[in-house]
């Protein structure tokens, strides 16, 4: 269930929108002035929305917006507006909200808005989590497909040198044992011997290098093992 931090001084206001975003299945965290919104969000770290009311008391709604947001790039702000404050929005997008509502809104408005932030936000995670494409001039690695392309040439792969490539590429410029691989591609409970790793990488090299016994991009660190010099600028 989504949580939704409410900064909003006013207790009627607050309870009207608490109730029903609580009746449309988010949680609540409920503020009164900027400090305990500050705490709460400190506390709380499933928070995903906050709603913060511009005029407050205390210090006020994009003071909270910008200490939020210095502590959480990820998580989706909403400023509440009113109407007389034009030059507010402005001001809430620069400190770092996503989004604004002008007040008086309907309900109905504010969580079409959080509905869509939410799945802006959850768009943007699962693309963190799992890159589509590796890109390593003059390679692109389709992590989806996993598939291999140089320049527009499409190289035909196995599924283990598929993988050797993509350890490797994802630790570009790093040094990586042949341990490391085998344990990695193999599974640490392989036996067998290490000089499978050493196959695959020459087969590699035969499909991608312009010279295989002088690679370029797959490259052999003498004493360790293999190391993926990528050339991207
Ligand atoms: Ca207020």
Redesign the pocket.
């Known amino acids: 269930m989504p949580s939704v931090l409410l900064l ?3 207790m009627s206001i607050r309870s009207f929108i608490s109730l029903n975003l609580k009746k449309a299945n988010l949680t609540v965290y409920e503020a009164e002035t900027g400090e305990d919104a500050l705490e709460i969000f400190h506390k709380h770290k499933d928070i995903d929305i906050a709603l913060l ?1 511009v ?2 008391p205390d210090i006020s709604g994009f003071q909270v917006c910008k200490e939020i947001r210095k502590r959480d790039k990820r998580v989706g702000i909403i400023m509440l507006t009113a109407k007389s404050q034009e030059d507010d929005k402005v001001e809430g997008l620069d400190t770092g909200a996503d989004d604004y509502i002008t007040k008086p809104f309907s309900m109905k408005e504010l969580e079409a808005r959080i509905g869509s932030l939410l799945r802006r936000i959850k768009a943007i995670k699962s693309a963190e989590k799992t890159p589509d494409v590796l890109s390593m001039p003059p390679f692109t690695l389709d992590l989806q497909k996993n598939t291999l392309m140089k320049d527009n040439q499409m190289i035909n792969l196995t599924p283990t040198e598929i993988e050797l490539i993509k350890y490797l590429m994802e630790n570009e410029n790093q040094p990586i044992s042949r341990d490391q691989l085998l344990d990695h591609v193999w599974g640490k409970t392989f036996v067998g011997d290490l000089k499978i790793v050493d196959v695959n990488i020459r087969r590699i090299r035969k499909k991608i290098e312009e010279c295989p016994s002088e690679p370029k991009y797959l490259k052999t660190y003498w004493g360790v093992g293999y190391i993926w010099k990528s050339y991207k600028k």
């Open positions: 909003e001084d006013e009311d005029m407050l």
